[in-house]
């Protein structure tokens, strides 16, 4: 009888210590944020490309209690189908997808959650036509529940990219004889002034002029006005204000006097249709932190610069801002 209280103790501790085991066992290791970074992309879709056209449909469900994002494609054709399976790898923090098609294409993707879009890309890997490319994947949530999907490869180690796939997911019990999907044509294709560039005899003296008379905080290229996006008051925007050397060559083959900067959204999508429309494409697109660049001729043979900004970038190289 003495030696109860020890027994008793000791039958306490295994207990207590089975309990913690079993607590630990049932702890849900992928409900971590971090493993449900690509939670938007789960559920049942149709999906469309950007002229409205129905591109396939894709189930995507999680396993394994939620460690896995399996992605079932189908598309329109017998040939266009195939599976991922997308995780979160802690030991490298990073998401990982592997992709296998119906006709044993396989993909390797590896990348992070960046700036509200899950962004994958691959190493420099064969194309199906054996070219060698490297492959970015990018998923964005869009604001009325849909989901965006862009697929492009760079065969120039990524100076330029291309598309391979654009798609825009609707949930399928969202879906009804009322919905209307969105064709480019008549997409918000311009959002807003980029810039306005002009010739001068002394650009130097004109932005001191401007400088002293009319406020404006200049620097080597002029300034910057900065506001806020109406979709967004927390999100900056810029319009550059810049003189030019009387004798520069920025504006050819424009003989005109100025060059206005428009911003757009989707710079690719839109020269792709310019093109279309029998548009002049002065140059190819340059792709830089800040931005991506195309300049194009109107009607009158003026050179008009097209800039698809990355604001966030941007905002940390101006310096003549003015407010």
């Known amino acids: 009888m003495k030696?109860?209280?020890?027994?008793?103790?000791?039958?306490?501790?295994?207990?207590?210590?089975?309990?913690a085991l079993s607590a630990q066992d049932n702890e849900c290791a992928c409900c971590k944020p971090?493993?449900?970074?690509?939670?938007?992309?789960?559920?049942?879709?149709?999906?469309?490309?950007?002229?409205?056209?129905?591109?396939?449909?894709?189930?995507?469900?999680?396993?394994?209690?939620?460690?896995?994002l399996q992605e079932n494609w189908n598309g329109l054709t017998t040939n266009d189908a195939g599976t991922s399976y997308n995780f979160y790898n802690t030991e490298k923090?990073?998401?990982?997808?592997?992709?296998?098609?119906?006709?044993?294409y396989v993909l390797e993707l590896r990348g992070n959650y960046i700036d509200s879009s899950m962004v994958l890309k691959s190493g420099l890997v064969k194309d199906f036509n054996g070219n060698s490319v490297i492959n970015r994947v990018t998923w964005t949530k869009q604001s009325n529940g849909d989901l965006k999907q862009v697929w492009q490869v760079s065969s120039?180690?990524?100076?330029?990219?291309?598309?391979q796939f654009y798609g825009i997911y609707k949930r399928k019990q969202m879906i009804n004889e009322n919905d209307t999907i969105i064709h480019l044509s008549n997409m918000k294709k311009v959002t807003g002034i980029g810039g306005i560039f002009f010739k001068c005899k002394n650009s130097n003296a004109m932005k001191d002029w401007y400088k002293t008379h009319l406020g404006l905080d200049t620097d080597q290229y002029g300034t910057n006005f900065e506001w806020r996006q109406g979709a967004d008051s927390t999100k900056y925007g810029f319009t550059q204000w810049s003189p030019f050397a009387e004798k520069t060559?920025?504006?050819?083959?424009?003989?005109?006097?100025?060059?206005?900067?428009?911003?757009?959204?989707?710079?690719?999508?839109?020269?792709?249709?310019?093109?279309?429309?029998?548009v002049t494409i002065v140059?190819?697109?340059?792709?830089f932190e800040y931005g991506k660049f195309v300049h194009i001729l109107d009607l009158e043979g003026n050179k008009i610069e097209l800039w698809e900004p990355n604001d966030i970038e941007y905002n940390k190289i101006v310096s003549g801002r003015t407010k």
């Open 93 to 104: 923090k990073q998401w990982q997808q592997v992709w296998v098609s119906n006709k044993g």
């Open 283 to 287: 140059d190819k697109i340059e792709v």
């Open 249 to 278: 060559t920025y504006f050819e083959p424009s003989t005109k006097e100025f060059m206005i900067n428009y911003r757009v959204d989707n710079l690719e999508l839109l020269v792709e249709e310019l093109k279309k429309e029998g």
């Open 3 to 19: 030696n109860l209280p020890k027994i008793f103790f000791a039958v306490f501790l295994i207990c207590f210590q089975f309990s």
């Open 34 to 68: 971090e493993f449900q970074q690509f939670s938007f992309w789960e559920g049942d879709w149709e999906v469309f490309g950007y002229d409205g056209t129905k591109q396939g449909t894709n189930k995507v469900v999680f396993l394994q209690d939620k460690c896995v």
């Open 156 to 163: 120039d180690n990524e100076k330029t990219w291309t598309y």
